[in-house]
Nanobody, 125 residues
Framework: QVQLVESGGGLVQAGGSRRLSCAGS????????IGWFRQAPGKERELVAA????????YYGDSVKGRFTISRDNAKNMVYLQMNSLKSEDTAVYYC??????????????????WGQGTQVTVSS
């Protein structure tokens, strides 16, 4: 089991940048694949980006490709989400989640074992 805590949310102007952090604790954090999800009011929680443990492969949702970058520092048990060229539609609560065993998809929320409490990002236009 790992525990996750997100930070870095806040208010940012459209076109601006923000970096979110996800701090992990617990055994073998580096052996978990990590996903960043977001949930806007009235919408389903969707995958934004994922980072696979071991290979370090990354996956991005279509709406953020070319603007967001996921990275991790296993020595510090940290995963980051760098968000550039922010748009009003990026406004949401952002969550990081940990997946112990890859089961064929990073998109499915039910495949993740642990979740953080979320951090609010608001993009003003």
């Amino acid at each position: 089991q790992v525990q996750l805590v997100e930070s870095g949310g806040g208010l940012v102007q459209a076109g601006g940048s923000r970096r979110l952090s996800c701090a992990g604790s617990g055994d073998s954090f580096s052996r978990y694949s990590i996903g960043w999800f977001r949930q806007a009011p009235g919408k389903e929680r969707e995958l934004v980006a994922a980072n696979a443990w071991g290979s370090g492969s990354t996956y991005y949702g279509d709406s953020v490709k070319g603007r967001f970058t996921i990275s991790r520092d296993n020595a510090k048990n940290m995963v980051y989400l760098q968000m550039n060229s922010l748009k009003s539609e990026d406004t949401a609560v952002y969550y990081c989640a940990a997946m112990a065993a890859y089961s064929g998809s990073y998109v499915r929320r039910d495949l993740y074992d642990n979740w953080g409490q979320g951090t609010q990002v608001t993009v003003s236009s």
